[in-house]
């Protein structure tokens, strides 16, 4: 993409002329250096959510299981014992 492709496409979006956003100076962002997606340290990038679910679940139902019995249950919003 050439400087004044990027320039009239966010002067579309934005609704601004092409010399404003020309005088903003937009720029292509991009990697520095070259991604590896299956690296340990920079990837993945993809966040599988029935995992996290599971595991938030998991982690949830650990701390409840530490709870002395007799201990009600805490309201979400509150952080108060529910009524009752």
Same mark, same amino acid.
């Given at each position: 993409?050439?400087?004044?492709?990027?320039?009239?496409?966010?002067?579309?979006?934005?609704? +601004?002329?092409?010399?404003?956003?020309?005088?903003?100076? %937009?720029?292509? $962002?991009? /990697?520095?250096?070259?991604?590896?997606? !299956?690296?340990?340290?920079?990837?993945?990038?993809?966040?599988?959510?029935?995992?996290? +679910?599971?595991?938030?679940?998991?982690?949830?139902?650990? %701390?409840?299981? $530490?709870? /002395?019995?007799?201990?009600?249950?805490? !309201?979400?919003?509150?952080?108060?014992?529910?009524?009752?």
């Amino acid at each position: 993409m050439r400087q004044a492709d990027l320039n009239r496409a966010v002067a579309l979006a934005t609704g +601004e002329s092409i010399s404003t956003i020309k005088r903003l100076g %937009f720029l292509l $962002d991009g /990697p520095l250096d070259d991604v590896d997606p !299956d690296s340990d340290v920079l990837g993945p990038y993809v966040l599988d959510w029935d995992l996290a +679910e599971a595991a938030r679940r998991e982690n949830e139902a650990a %701390f409840q299981d $530490d709870e /002395p019995a007799g201990t009600p249950p805490l !309201d979400r919003e509150t952080a108060a014992p529910c009524p009752a």
